[in-house]
């Protein structure tokens, strides 16, 4: 995460996502103010899942004292515009990985789609309860499975989340030496 005084300097790479996903709002008629971009540039520099309240103290300053609101009304824009997804199990927000690179923009695989009035917006997560690192994931079997299940129920679908709990690979690793030290412990005849 770039250390920064002025809360509005991102990364370069940051910068660039920034002007992505700033053309797509003005593809589907949104409008980028300073307040959303700031706190998507926000979202994307975190390292982990962020609240809304972080955000909040990240953008004050000793001349600026914005009220949880005006976060709210951000984050409820960038999440339907589709450039933010919410974990709901950490009450946090990630930015969508998908939409800030170059996909195309009516792929039929790809997790964001707009059909007539509506956009269904879909994603998958893979969240690890030790170090709450997320990783977005999409799959286009587990959408299709998804609409077919809808189909089948006469259910329209506008949005799905799919939240995985476990251990990220770093710290199942981590976990392993500590599993086999615990079961030689309880089981020593094992040994």
């Known amino acids: 995460m770039t250390d920064r005084t002025n809360p509005t300097e991102f990364s370069p790479s940051t910068l660039i996502r920034l002007e992505r996903a700033e053309a797509l709002c003005a593809r589907l008629g949104g409008r980028m103010t300073q307040q959303r971009r700031e706190i998507l ?37 960038l999440l339907e515009h589709g450039l933010i997804h919410r974990i709901e199990r950490l009450s946090a927000f990630v930015p969508c990985t998908h939409l800030m690179q170059d996909a195309p923009a009516h792929d039929p695989d790809h997790c964001h789609e707009h059909d007539h009035d509506t956009c269904l917006h879909t994603a998958q997560f893979l969240i690890c309860r030790t ?40 710290c199942a690793a981590k976990a392993r030496p500590a599993r086999k030290a615990a079961h030689k412990q309880a089981d020593p005849a094992s040994s």
């Open 41 to 77: 540039g926000l979202i994307l520099d975190a390292e982990t899942p962020v609240g809304a309240y972080d955000l909040l103290e990240k953008i004050k300053t000793p001349d600026r004292r914005p009220a949880p609101p005006t976060v709210y009304r951000a984050l409820d824009f």
């Open 131 to 170: 170090c709450k690192a997320v990783t977005e994931i999409a799959e286009s079997s587990v959408l299709s499975t998804l609409r077919d299940i809808c189909r089948d129920q006469n259910f329209v679908m506008q949005g799905a989340s799919v939240e995985v709990i476990g251990l990220c690979a770093d």
